[in-house]
């Protein structure tokens, strides 16, 4: 006989009334989005706690240590002034060329680190997740503070080589926390749904390098902007100049470089990073919690 079905001889409720009137629920039961919200902040202090064993594990083994959180994009963005401002010449005597790649290869770094270790921050910590109760959304989130640590250390090197390279100090370097924020916003939905799909398609790893790189090249990291407009028109270029990713670092140029030509007016650009930030940033959270239930399973 089904559990509603049976009644209890003293109240005369059945099983499911008195369990709801006693505050029980269903074992595995998939908790409300505002219930969920509220438990992935009381395990606030265990991701804090989980992202920083994660850099320590990371980095503790190489003699360097953390200063690889610098020099991996210095030595990326070396290797592309090499190629693309050296051999192919594609800055165009931009007056600037250095800072304006790398505000690109750091900014883009950002989202492909967070992106790539997302994806794997379910299936990689399958034993921590079958042993302990708490909401899976952690791993991802501890994953987007890990790189957002990583791109704090990574920013005051950026802005060494920008006034290096002869940009001045501005007041509009005081747009660089918003951007910034923005951006990891965007990346925490990028990291919870693809936490979602690595977990459901393991393959998905694999191919994830691979859109990167179609990105990469798709958010005029390694070029001017202007290549875009001198070769797409109507809504072939609406779309590429919409890529978020091109977005944030157009902001990032904007705040830290004058006389930058940028895709589209500040203020468009900004009301296009705020519309990412939330539409990712809150779908990828929406749709990791709709799998929470299956997570570790099978």
Not at 14 to 34: D, M, V, Y
Not at 126 to 131: F, S
Not at 197 to 206: F, P, W, Y
């Amino acid at each position: 006989m089904p559990q509603t079905a049976v009644a209890d001889s003293d109240t005369g409720l059945t099983l499911k009334e008195l369990a709801h009137r006693h505050g029980l629920s269903s074992a595995g039961a998939l908790p409300s989005f505002p219930a969920y919200t509220r438990q992935l902040w009381s395990y606030r202090h265990f991701i804090s706690s989980y992202a920083n064993a994660k850099v320590t594990s990371s980095l503790g083994k190489t003699r360097l240590g953390s200063l690889w959180q610098v020099l991996t994009p210095l030595i990326n963005a070396g290797v592309y002034l090499v190629i693309f401002g050296v051999l192919l010449k594609t800055h165009r005597n931009m007056d600037n060329f250095i800072a304006y790649l790398c505000i690109g290869v750091f900014l883009f770094g950002f989202t492909q680190s967070v992106t790539q270790a997302g994806v794997q921050s379910i299936t990689s910590n399958l034993g921590l997740i079958r042993a302990l109760h708490f909401p899976r959304a952690c791993l991802p989130i501890a994953v987007v503070l890990v790189e957002l640590r990583n791109m704090m250390a990574a920013m005051a090197v950026l802005m060494v080589i920008v006034v290096g390279t002869g940009e001045p100090i501005t007041w509009q370097w005081l747009l660089i926390p918003p951007v910034l924020l923005l951006q990891a916003l965007f990346n925490a939905g990028m990291a919870t749904a693809g936490a979602r799909l690595g977990a459901k398609l393991t393959d998905i790893r694999q191919l994830v390098p691979f859109v990167m790189r179609i990105w990469l090249y798709g958010s005029a990291v390694l070029y001017p902007v202007s290549f875009f407009a001198e070769r797409l028109s109507g809504w072939k270029l609406a779309l590429v100049e919409a890529n978020p990713l091109l977005v944030y670092i157009e902001l990032m140029r904007h705040a830290l470089m004058e006389k930058v030509e940028l895709a589209n007016p500040p203020a468009v650009l900004w009301a296009q990073a705020a519309g990412w930030a939330l539409v990712v940033g809150i779908g990828g959270f929406v749709y990791f919690w709709r799998g929470e239930k299956g997570y570790g399973r099978g």
